[in-house]
């Protein structure tokens, strides 16, 4: 038995890995024919397929940037992309357990199977396409693979009881709404800066196979966006390079890279955002409100779910973009889910105490 589960998990978590990379290897190889080459040497569409594959899956690289060979981490990576390895994965685990449907001990046994074929797989895609300039980060890439692979898999969990299903959903449910409103925000930023994002997009001149790749690495980094939309309308905000702060109380900012997305910055100081709180101040409210009928466990649950999603979220919308000038990019992984977790807290403590400071006015407690 032992061995059907180790060849099932094998060879579906082989699977998942080249379902993502024959598409990109694709894209990679259509590029370098279009870009052309001076040499010919198909090696470098394939590096880059691997590059592309291990970028996708959020794993971070260490560079050395020309002329002088200074050194640069390239960690700020889309976020959008992380749904195309969930998804391969999530679909090749499921195979998994189609192909063994046996007991739940069982299939716990593939998905740790799988997750350590998948992490040794990209551990080499690591290894192998690592060169003088470019260089993965080996010591994260399994440790990635493996949390990839847990997050894909963990619905496929056959046995919850009733409590955690109700946390989880309430935390997910406070978490869109929020990442909801800021998208909405972030659209409304880019729809009165339309100037500014067409600019940005001439200056690159990236031509019409490099406008469709431009295009497509805008989609991927919108979540990157949100998730720095979000920062802004809760105080801490976000930076754009090292020693810049764009907030509703601070804008300090300089040069910008030439992202179209960067065109919906704010120009200045809004202090009048910082009203959002009160929204996150209700979210908290919100949460009470929906679990009082439930034991308080709930609620304690509900708040720390969506603290852990909001710092997985932060963590991702943060990081360094190549050089030094641009070593601070993103949000704070530790400022964004404090001020939320802060907010929330608030309100589901005023949700707690105002019901029982209006017992003792005089009018309601006499009627």
Not at 37 to 65: E, K
Not at 149 to 166: L, P
Not at 172 to 189: C, E, K, M, P, Y
Not at 198 to 209: A, K, M, S, W
């Amino acid at each position: 038995m032992f061995q059907r589960v180790l060849w099932v998990s094998l060879t579906q978590a082989l699977r998942s890995v080249f379902i993502l990379v024959l598409p990109i290897a694709f894209i990679s190889l259509f590029a370098w024919a279009t870009a052309g080459s001076s040499n010919g040497n198909t090696a470098d569409p394939m590096r880059a397929t691997m590059w592309i594959w291990l970028a996708a899956h959020h794993i971070p690289f260490h560079l050395v940037l020309p002329p002088g060979g200074e050194s640069g981490l390239l960690s700020y990576l889309p976020v959008g992309a992380l749904i195309f390895p969930l998804l391969s994965i999530r679909n090749g685990f499921k195979r998994a357990c189609d192909r063994i449907d046996s007991d739940q001990q069982t299939r716990q046994l593939a998905r740790v199977l799988f997750a350590l074929t998948y992490a040794g797989v990209s551990l080499s895609i690591s290894w192998f396409s690592a060169t003088a300039a470019i260089t993965p980060n080996l010591y994260w890439t399994p440790a990635i693979a493996v949390a990839l692979v847990w997050v894909a898999t963990v619905s496929n969990k056959i046995k919850v009881n009733r409590a955690e299903i109700s946390s989880r959903s309430m935390a997910l449910s406070v978490i869109a709404i929020l990442f909801g409103a800021s998208s909405l925000v972030f659209g409304l930023g880019l729809f009165f800066h339309l100037k500014s994002v067409q600019n940005l997009t001439i200056v690159l001149q990236p031509g019409f196979v490099g406008g469709i790749l431009l295009l497509l690495l805008n989609v991927l980094y919108l979540p990157n966006a949100v998730i720095a939309t979000l920062s802004y309308l809760v105080g801490p905000g976000f930076a754009v390079g090292t020693n810049t702060l764009v907030s509703p109380l601070t804008h300090r900012l300089s040069e910008i890279p030439a992202l179209p997305l960067l065109g919906g910055l704010p120009t200045g100081r809004h202090p009048l955002v910082l009203l959002s709180i009160m929204g996150v101040v209700a979210l908290g409210a919100f949460i009470y409100n929906l679990t009082i009928t439930q034991r308080s466990r709930v609620t304690v649950q509900s708040f720390f779910l969506t603290s852990v999603g909001i710092t997985a979220l932060a963590i991702l919308g943060s990081g360094s973009l190549l050089t030094n000038a641009l070593r601070s990019v993103g949000v704070s992984p530790w400022q964004l889910p404090l001020a939320i977790a802060m907010e929330i807290a608030l309100g589901i403590f005023l949700a707690i105490i105002i019901p029982r400071i209006s017992e003792f006015i005089p009018g309601r407690r006499s009627g």
